[in-house]
Structures are given as structure tokens and as C-alpha cells.
């Protein structure tokens, strides 16, 4: 079966500071796509960054970079000099397969973090 | 119009009700998909369809049903709901066919309250 945790419900961290945030998954397929999303409290959910199960490089977008560690089974989120406008819900996610064989995504259960003054 | 769009952006409605949420997306997408997003629970797939045939149902119940007439539309139908339907509900899309690359995009969501 596949599953993403996300094991840290809230995080806090100081403005200008970095913050990891964790997400570990589970799959069987040699094959697999690994995502975050930003979901403010106006409720869209914002795609952040993607990490194939195959790149050699961890992926990196301005401030987000994703700490990929395929043996470990876990592909954290890490945002450099937070922001207040970083305060939001994070969600990690995996792309998986449907019993018809095309693509389905699984979230995680989501980390809210919040970004002091 | 970019992105994905959702309409409408609230809906209320009584448990007799019959209404229909709008999504469209203007990314050239393959892939649509209802999720629907609980108060303090995990996002909760609902529906997919690739072009235009549905591929996954998620043990939805009959009360909601979906409809795609083409790879940009996608609506959920809605009649007789329950209290416990009120959520947001959140439509995206992702490229389909089989991308290796492919990344879902999400709409602005339709915040449901079933009085």
C-alpha cells in the first residue's frame, strides 16, 4: 500500500530563520513522484516543488528545496528564510497508481507552520 | 482565465437541495480530479477522470456524481446532502497519459456548508 506521514501537526519558526518539515513515505513502485504543496487559509492548495523517485539532484525552487533520501524512504520540505507569508498548511504527497493503472496522488495529513515575527 | 478555476467559490444549501459545482482548467490537462478536504481530516480523493472517462471512484456515495463532458470541464452534481458534507471541495488537474513529470494543479476550492 502507499503512504505518506507527515508526523509534526505544527511547527513554528522565527522570521528570517530555515525550517524543515518532514514527510516520509511508502511505496512499492520502482517509479513514484514526490510533491509539496502550501495550502493557505484561503484554502487553494499551491503546488511548491516536485522530486522524481529517479533525479539524482534534490529539487530546488527559489526557497523551497526538498532533502530527498530515497533509502530512507523520506523526502522533508525545507524552506530558507521564512517569511510570514510562509505561515500556512504544508502537505507532502506521493503520485501513485489506480487499479485502472492511471495516476492517483496521496497526502499526507499535513503540517501547519507557522512563521514568527 | 489561467489555471484552474472553481465555481462557486461558497455554496449553501439545504439537505433537499440539488446544485452542481463547476471546475475548469486551462493548462491543456488530461487528468481532472474531486477531492473533497474535512475539517481536521486528510484530504479525501473522490473522483478521477483521464480523458474524460472516469478511473477511479472512490467509494463516493450516489449523492454526489460527477460529470465530465470534456478534458477541461469537470462538475459535481449534488442532491439530497448530508450535514457532514460540509467541506471544501477542491477540483484539479493534472497532465494524464501517463507524464512522468505529472504534477497535479488545484483550483481555489468551493466551501460547501449543508444546513
Known amino acids: 500500500a502507499q503512504k505518506i506521514t507527515q508526523t509534526q501537526p505544527g511547527m513554528f519558526v522565527q522570521e528570517k530563520e530555515a525550517v524543515t518539515l518532514d514527510c516520509t513515505y511508502d511505496t512499492s513502485d520502482p517509479s513514484y513522484g514526490l510533491f509539496w504543496y502550501k495550502q493557505p487559509s484561503s484554502g487553494e492548495m499551491i503546488f511548491l516543488i516536485y522530486q522524481g523517485s529517479y533525479d539524482q539532484q534534490n529539487a530546488t525552487e527559489g526557497r523551497y528545496s526538498l532533502n530527498f533520501q530515497k533509502a530512507r524512504k523520506s523526502a522533508n520540505l525545507v524552506i530558507s528564510a521564512s517569511q510570514l507569508g510562509d505561515s500556512a498548511m504544508y502537505f507532502c504527497?506521493?503520485?501513485?497508481?489506480?487499479?485502472?493503472?492511471?495516476?492517483?496522488?496521496?497526502f499526507g495529513t499535513g503540517t501547519r507552520l507557522k512563521v514568527l515575527a | 482565465e489561467t489555471g484552474v478555476t472553481q465555481t462557486p467559490r461558497h455554496l449553501v444549501m439545504g439537505m433537499t437541495n440539488k446544485k452542481s459545482l463547476k471546475c475548469e482548467q486551462h493548462l491543456g490537462h488530461n487528468a481532472m480530479y474531486w477531492y473533497k478536504q474535512s475539517a481536521k481530516k486528510p484530504l479525501e480523493l473522490m473522483f478521477v477522470y483521464n480523458f474524460k472517462e472516469q478511473t477511479e471512484n472512490n467509494s463516493v456515495p450516489s449523492r454526489f456524481s460527477p460529470e465530465c463532458p470534456n478534458s477541461s470541464h469537470l462538475f459535481l452534481h449534488l442532491h439530497t446532502l448530508q450535514p457532514e458534507d460540509s467541506a471544501l471541495y477542491l477540483c484539479a488537474s493534472s497532465q494524464g497519459g501517463g507524464a512522468s513529470t505529472d504534477t497535479q494543479y488545484f483550483g481555489p476550492g468551493t466551501r460547501l456548508t449543508v444546513l
Open positions: 504527497a506521493m503520485r501513485g497508481l489506480t487499479t485502472s493503472g492511471t495516476y492517483k496522488y496521496i
